[in-house]
Each structure stands twice: as C-alpha cells, then as structure tokens.
C-alpha cells in the first residue's frame, strides 16, 4: 500500500474532525444563547459529519486490513497504524505518525470542547429544573384540623393560636 493513500486518508479524518470541532464551538455559543433552532441544525450537521468520519474510518481498517493480509499478518478486531509503520520507509513513517499527530490533537480538543458543552447543558437542565420547582405550588397536608394548627404525628409541632381556650 502507498504511503500516500494512508496519509490520505488520515488527512481526511483530520479534516472532518476539524470540522466537528467548529461545529461544536457554534454548539457552545447557541447554548450560551439558549438558541433551538440553531442547535438543531448543528445536531443535524454534527451527525452528517459523524456519518462520513464513520465511512473514512471504515476505509482507513480495510486499507490496513488489505495491506496486514498481505504481508500474511492475521488482522486484529481494530488494526492500527503503529501495526503498519514497519512495512514503511522512514520516509513514510514520518509522514504517517505527522498526519497520526494531528489527528491526535484535533480529536483532543474536540473533546475538550464537548466537555464543555456537556457542562453547559448539565447546567442548563439544572437552571430548567429549579425553576420549574420554583413555580410548583407547596404541598399542603391533607389532614382536617383547626387553623393555624399543625399535625403533630407528621412530626410537626402544633401551633398556639393567639386566644388559649383554657385560660
């Protein structure tokens, strides 16, 4: 196999990981914004691009597959690059390792940024539910009693009313 190819195809990795990652800084700032409409189109973008990172990376294991088969290498489930530097020139693995590298970074913070944004959305979810209980009304005790008396036997005390009956 050409080192070209595999380069290739790491470079194309790189880029749809590139743009995975402008995706999800414009996530972050239409969660900051609280805006649907545009997360809803990035969710529907972030999930084309999943799809073609799915294909490319689904190529890269048949290349490493078709290149490990002939060199009479029985292939693991998840075959790498590191199994395929040897049948390289150093050339060829320095290529390899530098488009590797980059990809490696690019994915870093990719998940640097969607920490992030599972961050603002856990507290966004956190602001809806203490609001929503803020606007629930209390809950009142369903036990028949006087005015201004409590249930002692729920573990509240009673309360006095202003004129004691037995004086």
Request: a negative charge; one cysteine or more.
């Amino acid at each position: 196999m050409r080192v070209d190819r595999m380069v290739g195809l790491l470079s194309d990795l790189h880029s749809q990981h590139k743009l995975l990652l402008e995706i999800s800084v414009e996530k972050t700032e239409a969660l900051k914004k609280n805006d649907i409409t545009v997360l809803d189109k990035l969710l529907n973008e972030e999930n084309k691009c999943i799809q073609t990172i799915e294909r490319i990376e689904n190529e890269r294991i048949r290349e490493v597959e078709t290149l490990l088969n002939a060199q009479g290498i029985v292939v693991d489930e998840n075959p790498s690059l590191a199994q395929l530097l040897r049948f390289y020139d150093h050339e060829g693995q320095a290529k390899l390792i530098h488009a590797q590298n980059q990809l490696r970074q690019t994915i870093q913070e990719l998940q640097d940024q969607n920490e992030l944004n599972h961050e603002l959305t856990r507290q966004s979810l956190q602001f809806v539910n203490a609001s929503l209980s803020l606007m629930e009304p209390k809950k009142t005790t369903a036990n028949y009693g006087r005015p201004g008396q409590t249930n002692q036997q729920n573990g509240y005390q009673k309360s006095r009313s202003i004129f004691d009956s037995k004086a």
